[in-house]
């Protein structure tokens, strides 16, 4: 759903700074619920993973309070990259595509918004190791395709974007950052940062998965557990 309305919405601006469409704006309210309920949804995960390795217990009182913030603590500890993402698209993204941008740059929003293309092939394939399919062609063939997509879409996406700026002022590609406030450097920065080192750790495990040293090859999308 990302995936298409950015398409529309990207595809749709001919200028890239003035032109608007309603999706990227209806688009954008509509997913920060989902944010907040995935940081929750990931956390009964958590939860339910603590309670099937025979930590949880019925305990009452102090003994049951201390268990719960120390499955807190391990959720935060092993999930922190993600749920600092999900905090930061609620509570800094979209108060600044909404009000910040004032009806500004929708060809943007848009093709953030394309980001998401690579997220189906993470579902499938974490999916595909729930069933233990880890060695069928089918799971080498998404962990490949979630390889590709996500380089396009969440890496090179950055320099395109630049691009797409560069060719609209008439520069070139390396003029661009110092032509723009400096601020949205830093803010693209910021951006990409978590996803160079998500991709980095999908490199590392698909050479793994294609690879193997041992019998059982791990998988790419333990990456993105």
């Not at 958590?46 to 390795?53: E, L």
Request: hydrophobic fraction near 45%.
């Amino acid at each position: 759903m990302a995936s298409t309305a950015g398409y529309i919405v990207s595809t749709s601006c001919k200028h890239i700074i003035d032109d608007q469409h309603w999706l990227s704006s209806a688009y954008t309210q509509f997913a920060v619920p989902y944010f907040i309920y995935d940081i929750y949804a990931m956390f009964l995960c958590h939860w339910h993973k603590h309670q099937v390795k025979g930590h949880g217990g019925d305990d009452e009182g102090p003994r049951a309070l201390g268990s719960t913030w120390a499955v807190v603590r391990g959720y935060l500890h092993k999930e922190f990259l993600m749920v600092l993402h999900h905090a930061v698209m609620v509570l800094v993204c979209f108060p600044l595509s909404v009000v910040w941008r004032q009806g500004k740059g929708d060809f943007f929003l848009g093709c953030m918004l394309m980001a998401e293309v690579s997220t189906p092939f993470v579902c499938l394939g974490k999916i595909l190791i729930q069933y233990k399919q880890q060695h069928t062609l089918l799971h080498k063939v998404n962990g490949a395709l979630m390889l590709l997509s996500f380089l396009c879409c969440r890496v090179l996406l950055f320099p395109y974007l630049y691009w797409a700026y560069g060719r609209h002022a008439g520069l070139p590609l390396l003029a661009v950052p110092l032509a723009i406030p400096a601020h949205i450097n830093l803010g693209a920065a910021l951006l990409l940062a978590p996803q160079l080192y998500w991709f980095f750790l999908i490199c590392r495990g698909a050479c793994r998965l294609f690879w193997p040293r041992g019998s059982r090859p791990p998988s790419p999308y333990q990456t993105q557990d």
